[in-house]
Structures are given as structure tokens and as C-alpha cells.
């Protein structure tokens, strides 16, 4: 038997329930994984109050990524699997003890890589690439602009910026959310609720405008930035934690010459599973090389389950929250 957090109405995290079930065999292409450790995100929370563009069908198991332990695979998988440490990327599995997912969807992480590292690493990492190098076409030397840069995909994204030769911009609402950006290693920091903040990023860099935008926020955020970018600019459209989806001036792209993008990578694993897996090896490498670290910031018992959940609901925290599993 194994316990989960089991969804059967979208709500309050306090309306959920850890439960225990059975788990069966794996079956065909698939997988068994002790889990030791799941983190929690914002959307994690917006998906299971119903909030969220995408509605899973109920009953469901919240979360999106976890890390753990192979423990039995199904028919098709290499037995050689079983003992392996991998990282987790599926709905419908995270907040559990243990669970099952298709073989394709776990993939081996560095010997040196903690499971809590690895229960935040792929989503936000992988985001952060695909946004950057397929979507941004970013080239060293030029400046990305991270809006919400305390967050999950911003702090991502200032590491993988700066690890690709970029000057990078971040803009976040406290104090403690610029020092973890800075600890990201910006360049410079800009505070996000400022009244001037469009010359606050002017001034961050040296009176120019910005190339790239990494905008995980939305709202009135996304037009200020917009109008922020240079000739060819381009603005990367990954969510709107901001709460609202921002109603932009078209006339703004042809007047700058500039590119409102978006970034979807769940569909990009589906479409592209090939070039997806390749993104992950390369982020693996900058990790092993010491330039990317996942900020773990708090850590709840399985549980704790419904103040994790509150506390990344908040959108306060800077840095991760997970879960780890007895």
C-alpha cells in the first residue's frame, strides 16, 4: 500500500486528502518510481484549484514533477532500469509515495544532483532552454530582460542566460526575490512594482533597450515590457502568474520590428520529444559543470502537504518548495 494526495474536486489545498492505495504493476512502456521527494509550484496550485487553462480529469493526483527511485518496470523497459535515480516529468503522479508513468518520462539524473534538486529541476530548466535557444533564438551578448525573476522559470532562466553569455535584467516584487535573482547572477535587479519601472530597466541597461523578455507574469507587465524591447526584439510569452492575460497593442511589433513568442512546453514535448530529451542532456551538462542551482528554499513532509501548497500558492517564497517522502 502507498499513500497520495488525492483530488476529487478542485479547491482549497485543505480540501484534499492523503490517501492510500494500491499500486498494480506497471504495464507495457512503463515504470514503477519510489518517490523521495516532489516539488510544488504556483500552477501546481492554480491546476488543482480548477484555475488553470488545463483541467485534468477527476479523480487526480497533484504535481508535475518529482524524482526518485525505479522500482519495477513494465513490459518493453530495460530491467537494467530498476535501482536507477531519476527525475519525473507527468500530471497525475507527483504528491505520492509512489508511482507509475511511462519510461520515457523519467529520465536518469547526475549521481551528484539531491532528489529535492531533481524534483525542481526539469520543468522550469527545460522552460527556461527551449525559451531561450529554440524560441529566443538568444545570442551571447545580448541582454534578457527576466520578468518575475524569483520565481521558478525566472531564476531558471537568469542561469541559463547567463550560462549562454547573456547580460541579464531581473525584475521581482521584494527584496529577498532581487537577492535571489542576484544570487541567479544578474547583472542588475529592477524592483517590479516601481512607478518608474520602464526607466528603472532602461537605466539597469546603460540607457538601451532590452533584446529578450522572459515573461512568465502577464498582465500590465507584458506591455511595459514590450515596449522595453529593441529593434528585433523579442518577447517570450511562457504564463501569466500575474494573474490576468495582457491585451497587447499589436501596432507595437510592427513599430519595433519585434516578436511576441510563445513558449508551451508541454506541447513541445509532445511535438518534439527528440529535440525535448536533447534540452535536458545539455541542461544536465551545465549542471555538472556547476552553473546551474536549483534554490531549494523550504522543504514540508508528505504530510505537510496543504501548507506547501498554501505557501506556493502565496507566490511570496523566493526560491522552491518540496515535499520529501518518508
Do not use: C
Not at 29 to 43: D, L, P, Q
Not at 47 to 54: D, K, P
Not at 283 to 294: M, R, T
Amino acid at each position: 500500500m502507498s499513500r497520495a494526495v488525492v483530488i476529487h474536486q478542485f479547491g482549497h489545498p485543505s480540501t484534499f486528502a492523503l490517501e492510500t492505495r494500491a499500486i498494480a504493476p506497471p504495464g507495457p512502456g512503463k515504470i514503477a518510481i519510489r518517490v523521495h521527494a516532489a516539488g510544488i509550484s504556483f500552477v501546481d496550485v492554480l491546476v488543482a484549484a480548477g484555475e488553470y487553462q488545463l483541467k485534468p480529469p477527476l479523480p487526480f493526483i497533484p504535481g508535475s514533477e518529482f524524482s526518485g527511485v525505479v522500482t519495477a518496470v513494465g513490459e518493453g523497459v530495460d530491467p537494467a532500469r530498476i535501482g536507477q535515480r531519476v527525475l519525473g516529468s507527468a500530471f497525475g503522479a507527483a504528491i505520492a509515495e509512489d508511482a507509475i508513468i511511462p519510461a520515457r518520462l523519467a529520465l536518469p539524473i547526475p549521481a551528484d544532483m539531491s532528489f529535492a534538486e531533481a524534483a525542481v529541476f526539469r520543468v522550469s530548466y527545460a522552460t527556461a532552454w527551449y525559451a531561450l535557444v529554440q524560441r529566443g533564438s538568444m545570442k551571447p551578448g545580448e541582454t534578457v530582460l527576466v520578468l518575475g525573476a524569483g520565481g521558478a522559470v525566472g531564476y531558471a532562466a537568469i542561469e541559463v542566460a547567463k550560462a549562454l553569455g547573456a547580460t541579464v535584467i531581473g525584475s521581482a516584487s521584494t527584496q529577498a526575490k532581487r537577492a535571489l535573482a542576484t544570487q541567479a547572477g544578474a547583472d542588475k535587479t529592477v524592483d517590479s512594482r516601481s512607478a518608474t519601472w520602464r526607466d528603472d530597466v532602461k537605466a539597469a541597461n546603460g540607457g538601451k533597450p532590452v533584446d529578450v523578455v522572459i515573461d512568465p507574469v502577464g498582465g500590465a507587465a507584458t506591455e511595459l515590457a514590450f515596449r522595453s524591447l529593441a529593434w528585433n526584439g523579442r518577447l517570450l510569452v511562457i504564463g501569466f502568474a500575474g494573474g490576468s492575460i495582457a491585451r497587447l497593442p499589436v501596432n507595437l511589433a510592427l513599430l519595433k520590428g519585434a516578436s511576441l513568442i510563445g513558449v508551451d512546453i508541454r506541447q513541445f514535448g509532445e511535438y518534439e520529444p527528440e529535440l525535448a530529451a536533447a534540452n535536458v542532456t545539455a541542461l544536465f551538462d551545465l549542471y555538472e559543470a556547476g552553473h546551474l542551482h536549483p534554490p531549494i528554499a523550504k522543504t514540508y513532509p508528505l504530510d505537510d502537504f496543504v501548507a506547501a501548497m498554501v505557501e506556493a500558492r502565496s507566490g511570496e517564497t523566493a526560491g522552491r518548495i518540496v515535499l520529501t517522502m518518508p
